[in-house]
């Protein structure tokens, strides 16, 4: 079983949302599959149905959490340190072509959201980063086509 880099917010975020669908979800659709069946035929009744396809899917995602979570090798990055780029690091990076700066922090495939700067361990970015210092350039093929980065500051927090 491969194991799965995750920092602890990740961790923390998918165990909430496990928690979630256990505990409120699950009841909430159990009491709307038994309100849809005191409703009589269940072959002709929309609500059984619709509240059916909600258990399947509910449930298909719990499955699925406590998969990932069971596979997690959490890290906590406050711990980290260096002046290499590796998991768990916040990095600033300016585009040499616009001289736009943005950050991103390298997370596990579960807690990837570009629009907050989060990016995967396997995204083109982070792999091209990984291993860099401070005043390193960055070559990484996007694809709109080739960008180049240089590296201005790595925090781990």
Not at 1 to 22: D, F, I, N, Y
């Amino acid at each position: 079983m491969e194991k799965v880099p995750m920092t602890t917010a990740g961790h923390a975020a998918l165990e909430e949302e496990l928690k979630r669908r256990q505990q409120v979800e699950r009841p909430r659709i159990i009491q709307a599959i038994s309100e849809a069946r005191s409703h009589g035929d269940l072959s002709e009744n929309a609500e059984y149905h619709s509240a059916k396809e909600q258990q399947s899917l509910n449930e298909g995602r719990i499955a699925d959490l406590e998969d990932k979570l069971s596979r997690a090798e959490v890290i906590d990055v406050s711990k980290l340190s260096g002046n290499t780029v590796k998991f768990g690091a916040t990095v600033q990076v300016v585009d040499e072509d616009t001289e736009a700066e943005r950050t991103y922090q390298i997370v596990g495939e579960n807690e990837a959201d570009v629009k907050s700067g989060k990016v995967s361990i396997t995204s083109p970015i982070a792999r091209a980063m990984i291993g860099k210092k401070v005043g390193d350039t960055v070559e990484v093929n996007t694809p709109g086509g080739g960008k180049s980065y240089e590296i201005l500051k790595i925090d781990f927090i």
